[in-house]
């Protein structure tokens, strides 16, 4: 039995930290496993930036989100791999794993002079130094070897 751990809408992530996605309408909707390709993301970070895609496996269909959701939790979900939604994430997977990517509302929103969001795998930007680097070595006193010399 696998529970839910995080869920926002019809999105949700589970104990072993793999996404999956609610589709179609309440009363006749389907599971899809999404697979991420970057690591050290929170949950809200995937789905923010976008960074799952479709593996390509779908469940039966259901009559409500909650019996969807209840089934993943006993489960008793009945997968099948569909390869039309496999090639699809893939296409997506390679679009949205470039360092530079951003969904297009934050692209739009900070064209339009919205906050600039750097990407969360992107690291923190560095400062330049604080501090010019020496003229002279440190040990002005140090012998330097010659590359013709054999080093032993």
């Given at each position: 039995m696998v529970r839910i751990q995080q869920r926002q809408g019809r999105h949700f992530m589970d104990?072993?930290?793999r996404v999956f996605w609610i589709n179609g309408p309440e009363g006749f909707c389907y599971l899809s496993e999404q697979r991420q390709w970057r690591s050290g993301l929170t949950f809200?970070?995937?789905?923010?930036?976008?960074?799952?895609a479709p593996s390509g496996l779908v469940s039966q269909r259901f009559c409500s989100i909650k019996e969807a959701c209840e089934a993943f939790e006993h489960n008793t979900v009945q997968w099948s791999l569909d390869l039309y939604l496999r090639q699809m994430g893939?296409?997506?997977a390679l679009h949205r794993s470039g360092?530079?990517?951003?969904?297009t509302a934050m692209k739009l929103a900070e064209a339009s002079g919205g906050r600039f969001e750097p990407a969360p795998w992107a690291g923190r930007p560095q400062a330049p130094l604080s501090c010019p680097l020496p003229a002279e070595p440190s040990h002005p006193r140090r012998r330097r070897r010659s590359l013709k010399e054999p080093v032993h």
């Open positions: 104990e072993e930290g809200q970070q995937v789905l923010k930036w976008k960074q799952c893939d296409q997506m360092s530079d990517y951003k969904p």
